[in-house]
């Protein structure tokens, strides 16, 4: 078992649904980092999400793109990355951390040795955008590491991919609930809850659910059919502008707090 | 054993290990769908035959090639021979593709078109070929390369097209294709994406060459035509690469004939302000397709610099990553200095403003001829003309036009 589905099958058995919020590393503050992951972790995180700082992330909206581009103007690079999961891992042994980015910094540092790198500091999976399930092999270091690939599926995947995509899902499978960047303003529950249901009817990893959930409203809505909530460009649209470490760690206490509690309100997805 | 570099790119869209497909989820069904529209339309007799209609009545193919004789005999060296895309209508290579991509959006039934665009060039010939289909037209455009090439944009409004200025990363023609990849993945259901060189994610480096590849066919076969035999060395800019591999691609074969690409050397290699993928880069994977790309320790894609915003590029097509690395073709870095001393000495002795980006090219031609006795036969791309530029041209030398 690993860490990512040891705390799936916790959130299961308590009949409680995910809460996986994502930040960019180094952004709003290269120092912030680490007091932010443990803050999410302390405000109900269960799973976090740490965007590796992309020159051309050409999937992500503008608050994303923003935040990438102020954590490179401070330097912030994969190696930094990797170190600050190092020292996170050594006050949090359980939270699952997730690495989220592009092949290119990947490839530059060469796969296996991000991957050793990355294991060896207590990273537990890997979502890398613009590296489909055809290329896999492209990653192949990352699961001889140890690591688990996390693969997204998007309103646009064929039933012949998805199978593709389901069996070489490691961890959780990311489902993007619309065609479009993230952060994007037009997410219909409605349309996200058909989908979602069929797909965690034959997927074998549990199912997060992003892209555009704004707010505690949309998050526990989702809640209800999926299990588990990814929450990234509002909560980085927040933190953008803290003048230190500490007013980032208020406003992401603030800010996920609420959305804890609205999930934990509502019926686990996964019970149904 | 001898390679058929004509049997590439392999079923996954790879030319050796460059290529692929390196997309987010969302894009990989709409790849999908024109992957399988464009393998059924490049066999269709009526697809064929429609696009070379369109090249032959609308852009004014075949181009000429023309015997530069007198910058010929003031290099000293071999024969310099233009192939004279620059003829072509809206001034360059850039609308055989834009000819070719519409007629596929037109036969899969999109209604939109989007484009990205650097110089302006492809926006230009993406406008055009919109116009003509009577279906809207957005171009991206960086916000720095807006402010620079104003009389493009200017251009792209006239012929019906909106012009969106790109203001993220460094607001270049890298960032244009970031965004018009953006545009793509939230409007999939009934939006084009033209892509204007042969990178991106397969099928794109494989069908903006083939449009291409009109010109080093037709080119072999005037060769052949007027000189009784094949060049002895090709010569064409690479940025992306498309005017390159449109000659290149014919005479891939012809072991005989020596292939050259100009990449833009900038202020030189050496200062770290160029744009030369091929000769200064490394593998990596930029905007859906491995191939070789200018970056830093940490991956991240750095600026480049080239007088010709055409060039202004940090990637490069796969096909060229191949042929480099198999040594079918050398690139080699041509420096601003040394494209604008090429442009002045073509405007002089054949009456023939280049544009900037071939203007590298001319430069490689001029080089390479000097070093060849003059029964050599050696064939420049002049990709463009330079009537863009002349602004630009004038600035560098102090002036100001208005």
Known sequence: ?272 | MTTDFHTLPDAHGRFGAYGGVYVAETLMAPLAELTAAYERLRNDPDFIAEFEYDLKHYVGRPSPIYHAERLSRRVGGAQILLKREDLNHTGAHKINNTIGQALVAKHMGKRRIIAETGAGQHGVASATVCARLGIPCVVYMGAVDVERQAINVYRMKLLGAQVNPVHSGSKTLKDALNEALRDWVTNVHDTFYMIGTVAGPHPYPQMVRDFNAVVGREARAQMLEQYGRLPHALVACVGGGSNAIGLFHAFLNDADVAIYGAEAAGDGIATGRHAASLAAGRPGVLHGNRTYVLCDDDGQIIETHSVSAGLDYPGVGPEHAYLKDSGRAQYLGVTDDEALAAFHELARSEGILAALESSHAVAQGIKLARELPKDRLVLVNLSGRGDKDVHTIAAREGLSLI
């Not at chain 1, 290269?30 to 405000?43: F, I, N, Q, R, Y």
């Not at chain 1, 581009?69 to 190696?79: D, M, N």
């Not at chain 1, 060896?120 to 001889?144: F, M, N, S, W, Y």
Request: a negative charge; one cysteine or more.
């Open chain 1, 1 to 272: 078992m690993s860490r990512i589905s040891d705390r799936f099958a916790a959130l299961k058995a308590a009949r409680r649904p995910g809460l996986i919020p994502f930040v960019t590393a180094g952004d709003p503050l290269p120092e912030a980092t680490v007091a932010l992951m443990h803050a999410l972790v302390d405000a109900g995180a269960d799973l976090l999400e740490l965007g590796v700082p992309f020159s051309d992330p050409m999937a992500d909206g503008p608050v994303i793109q923003h935040a990438n581009e102020r954590a490179l103007a401070k330097g912030v690079g994969l190696g930094q990355v990797v170190a600050w999961v190092r020292e996170f891992r050594a006050r949090d042994a359980q939270t699952p951390v997730v690495l989220m980015g592009y092949l290119n910094p990947v490839e530059i540092r060469g796969v296996a040795r991000f991957a050793a790198e990355a294991n060896e500091a207590g990273v537990d999976g890997v979502l890398l955008v613009d590296c489909p399930v055809e290329e896999i092999a492209t990653a192949a270091p990352l699961r001889a590491a140890g690591l688990e690939q996390i693969f997204l599926a998007a309103p646009t995947t064929d039933a012949a991919r998805l199978e593709r995509v389901v069996a070489e899902a490691q961890g959780f499978l990311y489902y993007v609930s619309f065609a479009g960047i993230t952060g994007a303003a037009h997410l219909s529950t409605d349309s996200v809850r058909e989908r979602v249901t069929a797909l965690r009817a034959r997927a074998r990893t549990p199912v997060a659910v992003g892209f555009g959930v704004k707010d505690a409203a949309t998050a526990a809505t989702i809640a209800g059919f999926a299990d588990a909530v990814v929450i990234g460009s509002a909560l980085v649209d927040t933190l953008a502008g803290s003048a230190d470490a500490a007013e980032a760690v208020r406003r992401a206490h603030a800010f996920l707090a609420p959305i804890r509690a609205a999930l934990d309100a509502v019926p686990a997805g996964h019970a149904a």
